[in-house]
């Protein structure tokens, strides 16, 4: 009897590993366009040595399969349940609709696992394109891509592996709390000491840029930033609930202003005071990284900023539209403060860093 032993394919992630690489370099090198990105000769040829060593033969017909356009495109998101998210998913919807491609839209929780794992799958169905809206690691996700011939771009978080168009988080930061700032002192109230910064996660970009332009507004109104009056306890409405709470126990009073950082941490607050002193929904100042319209009914002294989706995903769309090879870069658009309830005040236009 004899027996007939299947050999694994060899991939380049294999190649990867033993070369002590990225998969994307070693895709470089053999579909030979190492010198485009500046990998030495020397390097090329070692690693296309170790390809040879290893028996590795390019998948033809997968190659054929991305050759050809399928004419969908893909978009991973961290959640459906806000109005800002919500609006992503349907303006990116219909503008993808409209220049023919079929939208696949998949919702990831900002799990870095549940994203990486979605994105192959998308890969599997040959989408032309993947686009991160607040990803936790868009940059793993863009070698990925890339290693398969599939662009991305970044929505919300930027990335550096490839182009992001984000809000303007400090001037909006600073704005809103500047607006928030002027009210109170409209009314004469001691703000100096009793405004909180509340929710969001410091190591992301938009949460670090929302502190600087919160720190800033402070600052230039001529007072002092504490460091224990900024709680950025994550997004989730429980922990700003929580966080709100332990606050209050803390100093045993309301404060007078408080930037909270989305509409989710937002609802923790809104929940916390509906239970236990509802009187301070109508003399806190609120100011809301993010727009809801109901937000507004609860509290009549809510400002809000309000995220130009609109102009985000049609930048978004122009960029994938032109498609010219080009180095990553920051697209930055100016959200809107909503600073009373008889209209809105619109920022300065995009621009890009």
């Known amino acids: 009897m004899s027996t007939t032993e299947t050999k694994k394919q060899v991939t380049i992630y294999d190649i990867a590993e033993r070369a002590g690489t990225s998969a994307s370099t070693v895709g470089a090198v053999l579909n030979g366009s190492w010198r485009n990105r500046r990998i030495s000769e020397k390097r090329a040829n070692a690693i296309q040595q170790i390809a040879n060593e290893m028996g590795y033969a390019p998948n033809m017909q997968a190659r054929a399969l991305r050759s050809v356009r399928s004419s969908m495109i893909?978009?991973?998101?961290?959640?459906?349940?806000?109005?800002?998210?919500?609006?992503?998913?349907?303006?990116?919807?219909?503008?993808?609709?409209?220049?023919?491609?079929?939208?696949?839209?998949?919702?990831?929780?900002?799990?870095?696992?549940?994203?990486?794992?979605?994105?192959?799958?998308?890969?599997?169905?040959?989408?032309?394109?993947?686009v991160c809206a607040g990803a936790s690691d868009p940059d793993t996700i863009a070698r990925i891509c890339k290693a398969q011939g599939v662009p991305?771009?970044?929505?919300?978080?930027?990335?550096?592996?490839?182009?992001?168009?984000?809000?303007?988080?400090?001037?909006?930061?600073?704005?809103?709390?500047?607006?928030?700032?002027?009210?109170?002192?409209?009314?004469?109230?001691?703000?100096?000491?009793?405004?909180?910064?509340?929710?969001?996660?410091?190591?992301d970009h938009n949460t670090s840029e929302r502190i600087r332009?919160?720190?800033?507004?402070?600052?230039?109104?001529?007072?002092?930033?504490?460091?224990?009056?900024?709680?950025?306890?994550?997004?989730?409405?429980?922990?700003?609930?929580?966080?709100?709470?332990?606050?209050?126990?803390e100093t045993g009073r309301m404060p007078t202003a408080m930037f909270v950082n989305s509409t989710i941490s937002l609802e923790g607050v809104f929940d916390w005071l509906a239970q236990n002193d509802r009187a301070a929904l109508d003399t806190i100042l609120f100011g809301s990284f993010d727009w809801d319209p109901f937000a507004q009914y609860m509290a009549q002294n809510l400002f809000s900023v309000r995220q130009d989706v609109s102009a985000m995903v049609d930048t978004m769309f122009r960029i994938i539209d032109g498609e010219p090879p080009h180095k990553p870069e920051i697209i930055q658009i100016a959200p809107i403060v909503i600073s009373d309830k008889a209209g809105c005040d619109t920022a300065p236009s995009s621009r890009m860093s």
């Not at 550096?160 to 009314?187: C, F, M, P, W």
């Open 74 to 130: 893909g978009m991973i998101i961290p959640m459906y349940d806000n109005r800002y998210f919500g609006a992503i998913a349907e303006r990116f919807e219909m503008a993808a609709r409209a220049r023919g491609l079929l939208p696949m839209t998949s919702c990831t929780h900002r799990e870095p696992e549940l994203e990486l794992a979605t994105v192959k799958q998308m890969l599997s169905y040959n989408v032309d394109r993947i």
């Open 152 to 203: 991305t771009i970044n929505l919300d978080l930027p990335g550096a592996a490839a182009t992001s168009i984000i809000s303007d988080n400090y001037t909006g930061a600073y704005r809103l709390t500047a607006a928030l700032i002027e009210h109170a002192q409209v009314k004469g109230l001691d703000w100096q000491n009793e405004f909180l910064f509340l929710g969001g996660r410091p190591t």
């Open 213 to 249: 332009g919160f720190r800033d507004a402070v600052s230039d109104a001529g007072a002092i930033p504490l460091d224990e009056n900024i709680l950025a306890c994550g997004y989730a409405a429980a922990k700003s609930k929580a966080a709100f709470a332990a606050k209050l126990e």
